[in-house]
């Protein structure tokens, strides 16, 4: 199993909407989270730090459940702007080992 | 405040021949991680250094590569006797270390093999 699993998508979804992403992770001993996004043949950049008790950074909120080992990426008002692949990751191994999953591709259309 | 620097940006090599690709991670930052990533796949994690120390290599193939991070100078991927399947993007990040998580990437470099 991998350690960390996503969604491939396309989620295709029209300027305005809401969309969801959720990640799964296999190792309960992970200690940090982050959601990254990467634009097509750039590198990736990270979006947002994922807490405990959940964050929110303007259209942007993360949680981590850590019963059901997932943690979301809720974009709200999608825009046009935020068409990219965003990729969860995960920090265990001591914190000497930041992997990541193969990424949920967005895509947001008028 | 410049961030973390990659180069070359873009590299070709012929089969058989070395590759040395360099990351200088952002000021203040002591901790490099390099990974690969292939046309339409995930980031695939290969090494993680401090000044002087490899931390967790984990992920490096057993033969033909090597990674160093000295105390003077940047981070070195450095892969022997290069094969077209060697062929992807690679890219660095850097972060404080273990307490600070975060971590940033370099624009990466396209390591084409001929």
Request: a positive charge; glycine letters at 10%; charged letters at 20%.
């Amino acid at each position: 199993r991998k350690e960390v699993e996503q969604d491939p998508g396309p989620f295709n979804v029209p300027e305005g909407a809401t969309v969801a992403f959720n990640c799964t992770y296999s190792n309960s001993a992970s200690q940090s989270f982050f959601w990254y996004r990467q634009d097509c043949r750039k590198e990736p950049k990270l979006l947002m730090s994922v807490y405990s008790s959940g964050n929110e950074d303007g259209r942007f909120t993360a949680q981590l459940n850590r019963a059901s080992q997932y943690i979301s990426l809720l974009i709200r008002d999608s825009k046009l702007s935020d068409s990219a692949t965003y990729l969860c990751g995960q920090l265990t191994g001591g914190g000497n080992k930041l992997t990541f999953g193969t990424g949920t591709q967005l895509k947001v259309e008028l | 405040n410049a961030g973390v620097m990659q180069n070359p940006r873009h590299l070709v090599r012929r089969r058989g021949q070395e590759a040395r690709l360099r990351c200088s991670p952002m000021k203040g930052h002591s901790h490099v991680y390099w990974y690969r990533q292939l046309p339409e796949e995930g980031l695939k994690f290969m090494v993680y250094l401090q000044k002087e120390n490899i931390i967790d290599e984990s992920g490096m193939p057993k033969e033909r590569f090597s990674a160093e991070f000295p105390k003077e100078g940047p981070s070195i991927l450095r892969i022997q006797q290069v094969v077209r399947g060697d062929s992807a993007a690679y890219f660095c990040a850097s972060s404080q270390g273990q307490g600070v998580t975060e971590a940033f990437f370099g624009q990466g470099t396209r390591l084409t093999v001929v």
